[in-house]
């Protein structure tokens, strides 16, 4: 049978005490660091996975304004070509509580982002283009890792204390 590690009740009392000196908002401001480093993995896994259109040179079209949209705030900015790094981006956006969660809203505003991820019928209505569920996988992705990158964060916020 494993033995258990050595510890006594003076040992928790010293660890209550550090953990309660905490301020509330250094612990706010941990769990929102948390939701941003989240939301930019989301961001440069979406981004990476996310289609370029091809387009012949003399057509004078650019590709990538769907991959610039993740990082813009406007369709114009991501046709312009000017978007920020995910991470850059992630820290600007808003959070917002709601009851004990915390939301950020990840919003692509390039008029046809939904038809890229979800998929749409052809021009001539004869067919269907299949999504590519860019942010769709991306976000199942994220959370299947989110409670390792949560543990090591908090375990490296802990040890700041003791």
Known sequence: MPKMG????S????????LNKLKKADVDAFVEACAKELTARLLAKVIKRTPVGQYPAESGKMGGTLR??????????????SSAS?????????????????????VNPVEYASYVEY??????HDGWVTGRFMLTISEQEIQDIAPHV?????KKFLSGVT
């Open 150 to 154: 949560l543990e090591a964060k908090i």
């Open 119 to 124: 998929g749409h019928r052809t021009a001539n």
């Open 86 to 106: 995910a991470t850059a981006y992630a820290n600007s956006l808003t959070i917002n509580h709601v009851g004990n969660m915390l939301i950020i809203e990840v």
């Open 11 to 18: 040992d928790l009392k010293k660890l209550q005490n550090k």
């Open 68 to 81: 610039r949209g993740w990082t813009s705030k406007s369709h114009t900015d991501a046709a312009s070509g």
């Open 6 to 9: 050595k510890f006594s009740a």
